[in-house]
């Protein structure tokens, strides 16, 4: 089974072609990021627009480079949620109506299972059941999947979501957007012992996140340099690091919890933030040594262009539900911008 995915949900336009034989056949991604930077964040009328313009000659793009006709596909796969209505109807709107023109099934993802199942389009993938971490600009959740469809929410973030933190603490510091990989880069150059950030609800039992307090801290520690026109470069890289380090090892403490809790051996790490290589060397570490009585854990997530938005985990996502005899029944366009 052949499956087109497309994926509209915030600031990038995803596209890609998956086989349910033969993988990933064909790919194609436009992302937005220099157009939003200048406003300092993503403007979501600006996202709409830009999706009308990009989806068509990328689903042209994408079959091409895989060589097929319409007649060599056999479902659509769309992102319905969550994300920017407008943006996400502009995708929905395109893939029923594609699916409608070529006498095929749509089917409509849930964004956050696109990320969970991203990792199972890598070589070896994991097996259910395991748990997963899903750190995006969107939404920081861990949950035990048990199999496909079965997923239990173990702890989420109850305010700021760890991608947003990493954004807004960038944007605090005249960074710019995404604040993430910037954030990141920055604190290589940063030294560990000048600033030490809170775990946030690290000392207390659970499984939930709060990230909005590093916000405070940040804007504190940026005062105490003397305020944001008065930052060195040294004293952003400092910063950097310190905000790193506490989002990092909050992440790592809270895994460790999960995994221990579960019992199971495979953690799952997708969304936006699971690129942040601090997290993927501290993970590894902290998890792969069994802690009393624990198995060691195996930490898999997918490379750098699956970690953020992307259109293939729309298709694969999509292809799944698709053979499990899943398929949106009417014609509607129904998209769900809050989507638990
Ligand atoms: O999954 P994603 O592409 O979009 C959402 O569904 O939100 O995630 C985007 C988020 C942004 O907040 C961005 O700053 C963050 O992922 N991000 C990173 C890194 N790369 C992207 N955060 C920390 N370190 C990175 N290397
Ligand atoms: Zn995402």
Redesign the pocket.
């Known amino acids: 089974m052949r499956v087109l995915g497309i994926e509209t949900?915030?600031?990038?336009t995803g596209v890609a072609l998956y086989d349910t034989a033969r993988g990933l056949l064909a790919e194609a991604l436009y992302s937005q990021v220099a157009m939003h930077a200048e406003h300092g964040g993503v403007v979501p009328e600006l996202a709409s627009r830009d999706h009308v313009r990009r989806l068509l000659p990328l689903v042209q793009q994408v079959m091409d480079q895989a060589g097929c006709t319409a007649a060599d596909i056999d479902g659509v796969a769309y992102t319905a949620g969550p994300?920017l209505a407008g943006a996400l109807l502009v995708g929905a709107a395109a893939a029923r109506s594609l699916a409608f023109g070529w006498g095929i099934p749509a089917v409509a993802v849930h964004?956050?299972e696109g990320?969970l199942l991203a990792p199972l389009l890598e070589d070896e993938p994991p097996a259910f059941p395991f748990v997963a971490l899903l750190?995006?600009?969107?939404?920081t959740l861990l949950l035990e999947a048990r199999s496909l469809g079965d997923y239990h929410l173990l702890g989420e973030s109850l305010d700021d979501?760890?991608?947003?933190a990493?954004?807004k603490a960038?944007k605090m510091m005249g960074l710019g957007?995404?604040?993430?990989?910037?954030?990141?880069?920055l604190a290589e150059q940063g030294d560990p012992a000048r600033f030490t950030f809170p775990r946030p609800m690290t000392d207390r039992p659970g499984l939930d996140f709060s990230f909005s307090g590093l916000k405070t801290y940040c804007l504190n520690t940026i005062a105490e340099c003397g305020g944001k026109e008065a930052l060195s470069e040294q004293d952003r890289a400092d910063i950097a690091r310190a905000f790193?380090e506490a989002?990092v090892e909050t992440l790592v403490i809270k895994c460790r919890r999960a995994m221990q809790q579960t019992g199971h051996d495979t953690l799952v790490m997708?969304?936006?933030?699971?690129?942040?290589?601090?997290?993927r060397a501290r993970l590894a570490e902290a998890l792969a040594k069994p802690a009393r009585g624990h198995k060691p854990v195996r930490v898999c997530y997918p490379r750098?262009a699956l970690?953020?938005?992307?259109g293939a985990m729309i298709a694969f996502a999509g292809a799944l539900r698709l053979a499990g005899g899943e398929q949106q029944q009417d014609l509607g366009i129904a998209v769900r911008a809050r989507w638990p």
Request: charged share 20%.
């Open positions: 949900s915030c600031d990038e994300g964004h956050m990320h750190v995006s600009g969107g939404h979501a760890a991608g947003e990493f954004d960038a957007y995404p604040g993430g990989p910037r954030i990141s880069a790193e989002v997708a969304g936006g933030v699971s690129a942040n290589r601090r997290l750098q970690c953020t938005d992307n």
